[in-house]
Structure formats: structure tokens, C-alpha cells
């Protein structure tokens, strides 16, 4: 179908399914990352959001605590498909990714070093870098639509790169900034214009479409909802705590990460010291060095960073006996599943509870001017988090690694030049970071 044709016909539930099933597989990059590609696939290609609809909800995901690419998921699937929808979008947003750590984890503690794979990640790390670069550059040309969102960015940068302030401080700030500016100044924090993005064509949820009768208010829904959410996360934490006791490995994990999901504002960076200092020195489920090692499997891994989570539990779980010293793989099946489980319950609540006040506010400058100033200001640090990436994969120790660097240019202007998509561009570099490290240098 062209462009400038019609809206695209109502998208099913099961091409749906297939869809966000494809998404938990290719989503590499981080939040940046992955948030490009559903701009890219949802907004560009498929048309089954607008792009102001994608930024509304975009907007209201990077002020919420988790993983904001993931929550994206949740709120686009259940715009489309109403709770059922949301709970799948973002359940295979995480799953595939859960299957791949438990096995890397498993490969991990019981072959150590692997060259191949060691290769593989050697060539992703330098892509990955590339591809958030690239994402800062899609969204800030969307996104800084003025002189007044480009210094917000520029400041949110300086803060977190030169102050080192905390991320949520940042985000406070500036729901503070689009607060008072959207009273003061409101032309500088109107709706999202399409600027580069106009000629996508109607999309199937367009700019005026009506929100589905599903995402109206109602405080009925929003009580069995929360009732619901409440009663899930009591059952699981209940059964692990009768059942083993409160000081056992896997209910421990239960409340720790529940905590966790809760204070992980700005993303998964934001919250890691804090995983560091429970998981490493507290309860002594993995080492510092197993931590680093986990950070970088969840680096090079689709899915949201968050999921290094998943490499916790399993770790813990294994090196704890959580099911007994006969059972310890199954042991680290159960500590990924228990992290995981309780690290992404309350991101679905936050949508699924959230979503209709979000949608009857779409027009209401008072509650999009924040969030337009947060957006802008996350652009900032998402700048920072490639020049993060690039200062640890281009020149470690201080020392400048040429091939890295190579394999990071020529994934960019894979990705800026040629449009080459993200998922031929990881498998090319991949592939480039396994011949260096076999070949002679």
C-alpha cells in the first residue's frame, strides 16, 4: 500500500500477536533503540498509529517508572485490542528475551568463556552504540520542534553528563519547566507537529480518531483493575512466602524486586546501583563480577535492559539452591522467572489503569506540555547514554579500538545513509565482530 493511500484496514488480533511475537526477538538497542523500531514499523511502514498518538503515549511512558520501550508495547496493544491486547504486547515484549538470558546464563555459569560468542559480542556492542546514537537523532528532529525544547535538552544533558543528577531529579525539572511554560509561553509546548514525519498517510489510530470505548474513563474498571493487579502480586508473594518461608531466596527476590520496579525512573542505568547494592553486597546472589558480565549479556540481548533482572535471579537462584542442590538449573529458572514476574507487574498496571486518563487528555495543553518538556529533555539523555556506550565499546581503558570504531561508523551509515534497518544491521556487525576476533590482527 502506498503512502498517501488510505487508512491501513483494522488490524487483527492474531497479526497483532504475530507482530509484538517478531518485536520481543528484534528489539535490540535499548530503549532508544527499540522505541525506532516501532516508530519505524507502527508509525511509518504499518500506519496503525499516528505519530502525534505515538508520542502522546511515548510521553507518558518515559515519566513512569520501568522500562518505557516495554510499557510503549503495553499501551499500544491495548489501544488496539483493549487489556487482553496490552497484556500480550507486552508480555512478548519481555519473553523472548527471558528465554535467551536463562539459556546465555546456563551457558554462562557452566562454560565461562566462549570465543564465539564472545565474538558475536564484540560486534554488537559497537552497533548497539550506533543505533542509539541514530534514535536520538530520529526522535530529537521530531522532537525539539524549538529553541525552548532544544535547551531543555541541552540542559537535561549537561546535567546528567556533567553534574551527574539524578535522572529522576531531571524528569521532576522538567515537568516543572512544561508546567509553568505551558501557561506562560505555550506556543513553545504545543502538540507534537509531524515536521519530517508528514506523508506517512492516514494511520488506522489517526490524530483524530475517536479512542476505542474501551480506553473511556470509568471508575469501576479502574477499581477491579487495580483490585485485580493487587490481588495477582499478593497471590505470587504469598505463595512463595508461606510455601518457603519469608527469608528464602525466591521470596526475598519477590519483595526486592518489587521495590525495584518501582524506583527504576529514567530506565534500567538508573536503577542498577541500586540492584548492585542489594543483589551483590546484601544478599549475595551473584558477585560484582557476575553483575558486570550479566550487564553486558543484557547490553547485547533484545529486550529492555531491565531484563539483566532475569540474569540475577537465575544466577542467585542457581548459586543459592533455591530449589536444592539436585535442581539448580531449575533453581535459576525459578529466580528469573520470580524477577521478572515482579519487575514488570506494576508496568502493566501503570498502562492498563493509566491509559484512559492518558487518552482523555491528549488535547489538554496543561497535561501535554509536561510531558512534551520531559520528552525533549529525555532526548538529552539518551545523547548521553550513546556517548556512555561509545567512551566504554570505542575506547576502553582509554585506549581507542579501531575495529570497534569501524564497526561502529559503518553501522551508522547503514542505518542514517541507506535506511538499512536495525536487524540486518546487528546481524552484519555480529558477523563483523566474529571475524575480528578469529582473525589475526
Not at 76 to 89: D, F, N, V
Not at 220 to 247: I, N
Amino acid at each position: 500500500m502506498s503512502r498517501d493511500s488510505g487508512a491501513p484496514m483494522a488490524v487483527g488480533f492474531a497479526e497483532a500477536l504475530r507482530w509484538w511475537l517478531r518485536l520481543g526477538f528484534i528489539s535490540f538497542g535499548g530503549p532508544a533503540g527499540q522505541v525506532a523500531i516501532m516508530h519505524d514499523e507502527l508509525v511509518v511502514r504499518r500506519r496503525w498509529i499516528s505519530e502525534r498518538r505515538f508520542l502522546h503515549a511515548l510521553n507518558y511512558c518515559m515519566v513512569l517508572p520501568g522500562p518505557e520501550a516495554q510499557q510503549l508495547a503495553t499501551y499500544i496493544g491495548w489501544l488496539l485490542h483493549g487489556a487482553p491486547g496490552g497484556i500480550a504486547a507486552g508480555a512478548l515484549f519481555v519473553l523472548p528475551s527471558l528465554f535467551i538470558l536463562v539459556a546465555l546464563s546456563w551457558v554462562y555459569l557452566r562454560f565461562s568463556e566462549v570465543p564465539a560468542v564472545a565474538g558475536v559480542l564484540y560486534g554488537l556492542k559497537p552497533a548497539v552504540t550506533a543505533i542509539v546514537l541514530h534514535a536520538a537523532w530520529r526522535i530529537g528532529r521530531r522532537a525539539l520542534r524549538g529553541p525552548v525544547l532544544w535547551a531543555i535538552a541541552g540542559l537535561a544533558f549537561a546535567a546528567i553528563s556533567f553534574v551527574e543528577a539524578p535522572f529522576p531529579l531531571i524528569i521532576l525539572s522538567a515537568l516543572a519547566l512544561g508546567f509553568a511554560g505551558g501557561r506562560l509561553a505555550p506556543r513553545h509546548f504545543g502538540g507534537a507537529s509531524p515536521g519530517p514525519a508528514a506523508g506517512y498517510g492516514p494511520a488506522l489510530i489517526d490524530d483524530t480518531t475517536p479512542a476505542p470505548a474501551h480506553a473511556a474513563p470509568s471508575r469501576a474498571r479502574l477499581v477491579r483493575g487495580l483490585a485485580l493487579g493487587l490481588g495477582l502480586w499478593a497471590a505470587a508473594y504469598g505463595t512463595l512466602a508461606l510455601t518457603l518461608g519469608a527469608d528464602h531466596t525466591l521470596a526475598r527476590m519477590g519483595a526486592f524486586f518489587t521495590t525495584a520496579a518501582l524506583l527504576t525512573f529514567g530506565g534500567a542505568y538508573a536503577v542498577l546501583p541500586y540492584v548492585v547494592q542489594a543483589a551483590v553486597l546484601q544478599y549475595g546472589w551473584l558477585s560484582a563480577t557476575q553483575m558486570i558480565d550479566g550487564l553486558a549479556l543484557g547490553e547485547t540481548t533484545p529486550g529492555p535492559l531491565i531484563m539483566v533482572v532475569a540474569f540475577v535471579g537465575f544466577v542467585g537462584g542457581w548459586q543459592h539452591g533455591a530449589l536444592g542442590p539436585d535442581a539448580l538449573f531449575w533453581g535459576g529458572v525459578a529466580g528469573a522467572a520470580v524477577a521478572t514476574f515482579f519487575t514488570f507487574l506494576p508496568s502493566f498496571l501503570f498502562i492498563l489503569l493509566g491509559g484512559p486518563l492518558v487518552e482523555a487528555t491528549r488535547e489538554d495543553l496543561k497535561f501535554t506540555a509536561p510531558l512534551t518538556a520531559v520528552t525533549a529533555a529525555v532526548v538529552g539523555v539518551i545523547l548521553n547514554l550513546a556517548l556512555f556506550f561509545a567512551g566504554h565499546v570505542l575506547w576502553p581503558g582509554g585506549a581507542i579500538d579501531w575495529a570497534a570504531v569501524a564497526i561502529a561508523l559503518a553501522a551508522l551509515v547503514a542505518l542514517v545513509r541507506f535506511d538499512a534497518g536495525i536487524v540486518r544491521t546487528l546481524a552484519a556487525c555480529a558477523a563483523a565482530g566474529l571475524a575480528a576476533t578469529f582473525l589475526p590482527r
